[in-house]
């Protein structure tokens, strides 16, 4: 068990908690974006995604990211889904929310995130055929849900300021 301090002092004991994730499905004339990533030292594949951070909301999140990993500005459509998934190497648990977005502006001289390597534009039979250089399961299957027509408005998710 750990231990945390709170903002306000106290203690909380704290045992687990997943990581937050956005991911940004992005398709363009029957193709996906993808960034290619440098993972320690491995080359894999995966959605424009990453973690929330402090202030921001899923929404923000998942544009912000998408933006930083590709020069991509998008607007987003709609929420695919919300993903649970455990990371068996490494034991990280994760909630992902996945967006649907439409490309609106590219920023090609946009410096991307460290460690991506490139963005590329690949149809589902390419994804799929990446294997084990995807990323996560994550990624094929929420295009997969994508393409079958899941789609949640953007309001089944909501920001809400906390006290002040």
């Known amino acids: 068990m750990?231990?945390?301090?709170?903002?306000?002092?106290?203690?909380?004991e704290t045992i687990w908690r997943p990581?937050?994730?956005?991911?940004?499905?992005v398709p363009r004339q029957g193709r996906f974006l993808l960034v290619e990533e440098n993972i320690r030292g491995d080359?894999?594949?995966?959605?424009?995604?990453?973690?929330?951070?402090?202030?921001?909301?899923?929404?923000?999140?998942?544009?912000?990211?998408?933006?930083?990993?590709?020069?991509?500005?998008?607007?987003?459509?709609?929420?695919v889904g919300v993903h649970q998934w455990v990371n068996r190497q490494s034991d990280r648990h994760f909630?992902?929310?996945?967006?649907?977005?439409?490309?609106?502006?590219?920023?090609?001289?946009?410096?991307l995130d460290v460690g991506i390597e490139r963005i590329h534009w690949l149809g589902r039979q390419e994804i799929a055929a990446l294997g084990d250089r995807l990323r996560s399961p994550l990624i094929l299957s929420s295009i997969d849900a994508w393409l079958g027509g899941q789609r949640l408005p953007l309001t089944a998710v909501q920001s809400a300021a906390g006290p002040t």
Request: hydrophobic share 40%; with cysteine; net charge negative.
């Open 95 to 111: 909630v992902r929310f996945t967006f649907a977005a439409t490309p609106c502006m590219h920023h090609a001289s946009r410096p």
């Open 43 to 79: 080359r894999l594949f995966n959605q424009p995604a990453g973690h929330l951070e402090a202030g921001e909301s899923l929404a923000e999140a998942a544009v912000r990211e998408t933006l930083e990993e590709t020069g991509w500005e998008v607007t987003l459509d709609c929420l």
């Open 19 to 25: 990581h937050v994730t956005v991911a940004t499905i």
């Open 2 to 12: 750990t231990t945390e301090i709170l903002t306000n002092g106290t203690s909380d």
